[in-house]
């Protein structure tokens, strides 16, 4: 008797394997010391940051320092010349309160048929070395042949000048304004000491602009380029 027939199957089998995936580990970019450990890396970011911090604030500065010299120069420079009016330096305190030592006094002419008792006019005075004084009128003295003569007086003073200055002209120079303490600040300018200081002061700030500039492009040129993404 036989057994029965056990069918058979055909066909192709494939082994089943896993592939295992290995990865290699990072290789670090960091230099090892020869101790064995990494240096901590150097803070250039806050450098950088404080260093255009810095140079801003320069050029804002310098910006400021070159607009008040720019209308410094165009007020006592360009202005007289232009717009016609005149600017001097207060050497003593007969006008104070009003008028300090050191104040710039700006004086626009008027003409000398107008002027009146209370108005601060500077005018040569007719003794000694005919010095110029800005002082205020008290009294206009009117001749027939069309002539004017003023007596004046220091606000802080207690008489009136000893003179009566006789105004020649058409016109004279009346107080218009008056700038606290400028003039203090350009007798100083005169000194040699401080020319020297500005002269060199002025190079000085030149080179550092200079030099600020060349560190920019330094900077600019060091900055890392962005990784591309994957």
């Known amino acids: 008797m036989s057994s029965p027939a056990v069918p058979l199957v055909v066909g192709r089998h494939r082994a089943t394997t896993t ?4 990865m290699a580990p990072r290789r670090s970019t960091t230099p090892v010391t020869a101790g064995g450990t990494s240096p901590a890396p150097a803070p250039r970011r806050p450098v950088r940051r404080a260093a255009r911090v810095l140079r801003r604030l320069g050029r804002v500065v310098t910006s400021l320092l070159v607009v008040a010299a720019l209308a410094f120069f ?24 009003g008028i300090m030592v050191g104040d710039v006094v700006v004086t626009a002419e008027r003409p000398v048929a107008d ?32 002539s004017v003569a003023v007596r004046t007086k220091g606000d802080n003073n207690p008489n009136v000048d000893p003179w009566v200055a006789t105004l020649e002209g058409e016109s004279v120079w009346e107080v218009q304004a008056v ?16 020319n020297d200081v500005i002269l060199y002061g002025a190079l000085g700030a030149v080179l550092l602009l200079g030099l600020g500039r060349i ?9 890392p380029a962005p990784a591309d993404e994957a």
């Open 74 to 97: 165009l007020f006592f420079a360009v202005g007289p010349h232009v717009l016609g009016y005149r600017t001097a330096t207060m050497l003593t305190g007969s006008m104070e309160p």
């Open 19 to 22: 592939s295992v995936r290995t």
């Open 215 to 223: 560190w920019s492009g330094d900077d600019e040129d060091d900055e």
């Open 115 to 146: 002027v009146a008792v209370g108005d601060v006019i500077t005018y040569h005075i007719p003794i000694e070395d005919h010095r110029v004084e800005t002082h205020r009128i008290t009294e206009v003295i009117r001749g027939e042949d069309g």
């Open 179 to 194: 700038i606290p303490k400028v003039g203090s600040v350009i007798r100083a300018l005169r000194t040699p000491v401080l």
